[in-house]
């Protein structure tokens, strides 16, 4: 997006740069020793700029964790477009997982198509169904998740921790890059040319279902677009809330 007054790709300093030999050795510990410890880890990947660092590690370190992302059927063109382009650049499949299209079609039925925009009860709903429900079916299967959520994401990440025990699930969660700065990543995703998801160029830091995200102006907060409309205390989908 050529626009300026729209959120920009950032650009790393020569610091941010410097920085990074250090924290990828320490990622790198990271993910061996999650993959060492648990046997069955996947990572739900939303094919974020954060996710696609780890990918990128996984593939470099031949890692024995899947990868998965959630297909919600309201994802944008260019990130469905991203799937294909991972398997061509690094040989990994990704596990697609699905709503129930009968639910999500009753949704419709009882609700209206755009019903997730008139309250954070009926949103959530259906976050339920495009999310959490495929979500638990990914995760019924193995000992351990990782995600790419950083602390300076959002008010609601604040105190974000390196492992936690996903109580919802019985599992252990990791998020291994929660101490990155955008910055920093946006300096391995540039060093390291991993491909990533074409909105990022049209002012989207954070991409989520296509209604229900926006460009963000420069000087919002990074996820001012996801659920735009919702109080930014709620912008939460479930996924990470024990």
Not at 4 to 26: C, F, G, M, R
């Amino acid at each position: 997006m050529e626009n300026t007054n729209y959120w920009q790709i950032p650009q790393p300093s020569a610091e941010d740069h410097q920085n990074l030999p250090n924290k990828v050795k320490i990622l790198r510990e990271r993910l061996i020793d999650i993959a060492r410890r648990y046997p069955n880890a996947k990572l739900a990947s939303s094919l974020a700029v954060e996710d696609m660092l780890i990918t990128d590690l996984i593939a470099k370190l031949k890692l024995p964790i899947i990868i998965f992302t959630l297909e919600t059927r309201k994802l944008h063109t260019e990130t469905l477009a991203l799937i294909p382009k991972i398997k061509e650049v690094y040989d990994i499949d990704i596990e697609l997982y699905t709503p129930n299209q009968e639910e999500a079609d009753q949704y419709e039925k009882d609700f209206g198509k755009f019903a997730f925009y008139e309250s954070v009860e009926l949103r959530k709903k259906c976050c339920y169904i495009r999310k959490i429900e495929p979500l638990n079916r990914a995760l019924s299967d193995t000992d351990a998740w990782l995600t790419g959520q950083r602390r300076e994401q959002s008010v609601t990440r604040e105190q974000l921790e390196f492992e936690e025990q996903d109580t919802t699930h019985h599992i252990a969660k990791f998020n291994p890059i929660f101490d990155w700065t955008e910055h920093e990543v946006w300096a391995y995703i540039q060093e390291n040319q991993v491909p990533f998801n074409q909105p990022y160029l049209k002012g989207y830091p954070s991409i989520g279902c296509e209604p229900c995200t926006r460009p963000v102006r420069k000087g919002e907060d990074i996820r001012a677009g996801r659920w735009w409309w919702e109080s930014k205390d709620s912008k939460e989908c479930g996924l990470h809330q024990n």
